[in-house]
């Protein structure tokens, strides 16, 4: 048996949304992105939504529009998780923001919430919270520390399409929520991200951006530049520094189908889910993801611990050698990557718990599947290596 990462959502459909663009010769971003762009909004429940192509663009733009609308300045302190995927870190880095990571909670793997108030000072505008391998944050208290210090709340959800906190879909709660659409996640448009927001001047700066700087893609209505009644002059015309990170028609088309199979594909996650937590209960010295809320389950992330502590190497090769795919918790403690020395940033407190994911944690796919068969044989794989 392999035991893949991820598994295909694809079927006819999306080859058809493909055909559908071919015939239509039209490449490049056009009336699919914006058609799927309006129904992941609905989706999700927010007013915008622009699609980008990864969901490492999506929180470039997400950080840039921030910045170019004056809501953050250089030099302003974001508070950020110490584990999280690069892209969550690198945009604030490349717009002169510092850095104050956090460690994390042990269990769920999320931003300590304890430690968030101790960590801000009179710089800190901001918390980037992650929502890591699907798993909400305690929103109650982030969004209380946020209204009481006046902080801008921006929400990494690359990995937590579909999970819940309250009621409320991830990706909904802070001024700015990010997406990711890759092969591996929830749904797949091959590459793809999306940014979501209810700020019309934060919409409009993303529209812009995403599109080298120009006003071309603006509404008529924008607050950002009065446009001129003359198409010619307003196709080249540039009033912020951006980026081409335009998605292509054939990743908007399938996204529309890819959004009608949503529902059931985080609904057999949440069910494979609870079929994990009670397997690995089998397993001694091991921990699982605690979940928060409603999560939406992109893996299944486990802590070796007691006398299983500091074999993690053991336990990788044997999952590898029973065609187990296996990866870290993302990027582990990402202080201690080679690209911190680049970047502006400080430490609060102690990262113990990043640390220890840094050297004992790993995570294998959940799919959109029914996935029990594969979790048996991880567990029995995973027995073994106990002995």
Same mark, same amino acid.
Not at 207 to 215: E, N, V
């Given at each position: $048996?392999?035991?893949?990462?991820?598994?295909?959502?694809?079927?006819?459909?999306?080859?058809?949304?493909?055909?559908?663009?071919?015939?239509?010769?039209?490449?490049?971003?056009?009336?699919?992105?914006?058609?799927?762009?309006?129904?992941?909004?609905?989706?999700?429940?927010?007013?915008?939504?622009? $699609?980008?192509? %990864?969901?490492?663009?999506?929180?470039?733009?997400?950080?840039?529009?921030?910045?170019?609308?004056?809501?953050?300045?250089?030099?302003?302190?974001?508070?950020?998780?110490?584990? %999280?995927?690069s892209?969550?870190?690198?945009?604030?880095?490349?717009?002169?923001?510092?850095?104050?990571?956090?460690?994390?909670?042990?269990?769920?793997?999320?931003?300590?919430?304890?430690?968030?108030?101790?960590?801000?000072?009179?710089?800190?505008?901001?918390i980037?919270?992650?929502?890591?391998?699907?798993?909400?944050?305690?929103?109650?208290?982030?969004?209380?520390?946020?209204?009481?210090?006046?902080?801008?709340?921006?929400?990494?959800?690359?990995?937590?399409?579909?999970?819940?906190?309250?009621?409320?879909?991830?990706?909904?709660?802070?001024?700015?929520?990010?997406?990711?659409?890759?092969y591996?996640?929830?749904?797949?448009?091959?590459?793809?991200?999306?940014?979501?927001?209810?700020?019309?001047?934060?919409?409009?700066?993303?529209?812009?951006?995403?599109?080298?700087?120009?006003?071309?893609?603006?509404?008529?209505?924008?607050?950002?530049?009065?446009?001129?009644?003359?198409?010619?002059?307003?196709?080249?015309?540039?009033?912020?520094?951006?980026?081409?990170?335009?998605?292509?028609?054939?990743?908007?088309?399938?996204?529309?189908?890819?959004?009608?199979?949503?529902?059931?594909?985080?609904?057999?996650?949440?069910?494979?889910? %609870?079929?994990?937590?009670?397997?690995?209960?089998?397993?001694?010295? $091991?921990?699982?993801?605690?979940?928060?809320?409603?999560?939406?389950?992109?893996?299944?992330?486990?802590?070796?611990?007691?006398?299983?502590?500091?074999r993690?190497?053991?336990?990788?090769?044997?999952?590898?050698?029973n065609?187990?795919?296996?990866?870290?918790i993302?990027?582990?403690?990402?202080?201690?990557?080679?690209?911190?020395?680049?970047?502006?940033?400080?430490?609060?407190?102690e990262?113990?718990?990043?640390?220890?994911?840094?050297?004992?944690?790993?995570?294998?796919?959940?799919?959109?599947?029914?996935n029990?068969?594969?979790?048996?044989?991880?567990?029995?794989?995973?027995?073994?290596?106990?002995?």
């Amino acid at each position: $048996m392999a035991y893949k990462l991820s598994d295909n959502t694809w079927d006819l459909k999306e080859l058809e949304a493909i055909n559908r663009v071919i015939k239509s010769d039209m490449f490049t971003m056009g009336k699919e992105v914006e058609e799927y762009e309006h129904q992941f909004s609905e989706k999700v429940g927010t007013t915008h939504a622009v $699609m980008s192509n %990864s969901g490492s663009s999506a929180n470039l733009l997400a950080i840039a529009a921030l910045v170019y609308s004056g809501k953050l300045s250089q030099g302003d302190e974001v508070i950020v998780p110490a584990v %999280s995927w690069s892209t969550t870190y690198f945009p604030l880095c490349q717009y002169n923001l510092k850095l104050k990571f956090i460690d994390i909670d042990k269990d769920t793997l999320n931003i300590d919430v304890t430690q968030i108030e101790e960590a801000i000072s009179e710089k800190t505008k901001a918390i980037f919270a992650v929502n890591l391998l699907g798993n909400p944050n305690d929103y109650e208290k982030i969004m209380k520390i946020c209204k009481n210090r006046n902080l801008i709340l921006i929400e990494d959800n690359c990995e937590a399409l579909g999970g819940q906190y309250a009621d409320k879909k991830l990706g909904t709660f802070g001024l700015l929520g990010t997406y990711s659409t890759f092969y591996s996640h929830h749904i797949s448009t091959i590459e793809g991200g999306i940014t979501v927001t209810d700020d019309d001047e934060l919409y409009h700066y993303l529209l812009s951006i995403r599109s080298h700087g120009w006003t071309r893609h603006l509404p008529e209505n924008s607050e950002l530049y009065i446009k001129r009644d003359d198409v010619f002059y307003e196709s080249f015309n540039f009033i912020v520094p951006g980026y081409n990170l335009r998605p292509l028609e054939i990743e908007g088309a399938i996204g529309i189908e890819q959004l009608k199979k949503l529902d059931g594909i985080i609904q057999n996650r949440i069910n494979n889910a %609870s079929y994990f937590i009670e397997r690995i209960k089998e397993v001694e010295n $091991m921990r699982a993801q605690k979940e928060l809320g409603k999560s939406s389950w992109f893996g299944f992330a486990m802590v070796l611990e007691g006398e299983n502590s500091g074999r993690r190497n053991e336990t990788v090769k044997m999952l590898q050698q029973n065609s187990i795919e296996v990866r870290p918790i993302v990027a582990g403690n990402f202080t201690r990557n080679r690209a911190i020395k680049f970047m502006n940033y400080s430490i609060h407190g102690e990262l113990k718990n990043a640390d220890d994911i840094h050297e004992n944690g790993f995570f294998v796919g959940n799919h959109s599947k029914d996935n029990r068969e594969n979790i048996d044989f991880l567990i029995d794989v995973l027995k073994k290596v106990n002995r």
